[in-house]
Each structure stands twice: as C-alpha cells, then as structure tokens.
T-cell receptor, first 115, second 113 residues
Framework: QKEVEQDPGPLSVPEGAIVSLNCTYS??????FMWYRQYSRKGPELLMY????GNKEDGRFTAQVDKSSKYISLFIRDSQPSDSATYLC???????????????FGQGTILTVHP | DVKVTQSSRYLVKRTGEKVFLECVQD?????MFWYRQDPGLGLRLIYF???????EKGDIPEGYSVSREKKERFSLILESASTNQTSMYLC????????????FGPGTRLTVT
C-alpha cells in the first residue's frame, strides 16, 4: 500500500463547476500538507499549504485536512479553463533526524475544465 | 520570488553517454532535491542534499549520482545513460525548519536514444 493515495483521474468538468480533489494517507506522523499545481511541460508550483488539521481558503481554492480520517481535500469553486492542470498532493512529517523536509507525493490528478 | 533554474529544458543524449543536469537556486535554501516524473508513477525522489557536500539517497538512486559543491547548486549525474532514464527531471529546494514546502524548477525533459 502506498503511503499517499490520490485518484489519478482524469477529471473533466464544465466551466463553473465545483471540483473536489482528494488524497488519503497512512502515515500518522504527517503534519504538513500541500497542494501543488502543474501545468503541462512545467514544474509544480505550490498552490496551498496547511499545517495539521483544519481548513484554509484562498480565493476560489479551499484546502481541508482531516487528520482523524487521514484525508485531505482541495476544492475549486467556479472552476475556469485556466485551472486545467495536474494537481499533486504532498505531505511531510516533522523534520527530525534525516528527514530534512522530504515530501511524499500523491500520483497527481489530471483536471480538465472545458468552456 | 524564489527562483530555481535548471540548465536545460530539453536534452537528447545517446546510450552510454555521461549526462550532467544542473540546478541553481537563489534563496539560500539548505535542502535541494532531484526527482524524476513519469506518467503513472508520479514524482520519485532520486537524491537530496541538506548541506554542501552532504547527500542522501532517495527512493530510486540506482544509475545516478549527485554533487553539491556550493550551497546554491545541485547537480545530477547519469554516469552511463540508458533508455530507461528517459524522463522529466525536476529539481526542488526548501528551507530547513520552514513549512516544508519545496520550490520546483521548470524541469528538464531528457531523452536517451
């Protein structure tokens, strides 16, 4: 079983739809949770960051972390064609020992928002 | 803005060649990472470095080596390139003790023929 599981999709939605992207994980030591967006032929860019449990909102994007269920989500409201990209979840535990901020990534979900 | 740059966007090499991929970051980050990204396999960590001249193996180090002589520069070396090393290579950097997020470069698409 992988430490982080993410539905690879692909996911195709009409413009204006609410999109829900999800990851589950097995390592209870994870404390830092991130979502990255990767456009075609580009490097991933940090989209959202959350420490421990709770919600975080940034414009049309909301990140949720439920540590009791080991489940994180990214919601995109009023989705736009420019949101079409691969979305990667990533997480990390405390930087003790030799972890040095290593991240464990999900496989990525390919999202297409069509006009 | 943090900037991570990679020496080439596209590279074509022949089997058996020695290949150097260079990465430079401009934010004085302690940690630097090399990943490869393949369809269906996601991002896989090859090597990382937490200080100058220090390195640790990641999940798939076989066939690769790294060098970090200066804090801002981290090189990935393919000693003898093989066709199964055709991939997208991504470099990233981060602070120690920060929020753990990593900043990525634009990637190098390497094709080994």
């Amino acid at each position: 079983q992988k430490e982080v599981e993410q539905d690879p999709g692909p996911l195709s939605v009409p413009e204006g739809a609410i999109v829900s992207l999800n990851c589950t994980y097995s390592n209870s030591a994870f404390q830092y949770f991130m979502w990255y967006r990767q456009y075609s032929r580009k490097g991933p860019e940090l989209l959202m960051y959350t420490y421990s449990s709770g919600n975080k909102e940034d414009g049309r994007f909301t990140a949720q972390v439920d540590k009791s269920s080991k489940y994180i989500s990214l919601f995109i409201r009023d989705s736009q064609p420019s949101d079409s990209a691969t979305y990667l979840c990533a997480m990390s535990g405390n930087a003790g020992g030799t972890s040095y901020g290593k991240l464990t990534f999900g496989q990525g979900t390919i999202l297409t928002v069509h006009p | 803005d943090v900037k991570v740059t990679q020496s080439s966007r596209y590279l074509v090499k022949r089997t058996g060649e020695k290949v150097f991929l260079e990465c430079v970051q401009d934010m004085d980050h302690e940690n630097m990472f090399w990943y490869r990204q393949d369809p269906g396999l996601g991002l896989r960590l090859i090597y990382f470095s937490y200080d100058v001249k220090m390195k640790e193996k990641g999940d798939i180090p076989e066939g690769y080596s790294v060098s970090r002589e200066k804090k801002e520069r981290f090189s990935l070396i393919l000693e003898s390139a093989s066709t199964n090393q055709t991939s997208m290579y991504l470099c990233a950097s981060s602070f120690t003790g920060g929020g753990r997020w990593q900043y990525f470069g634009p990637g190098t698409r390497l094709t080994v023929t």
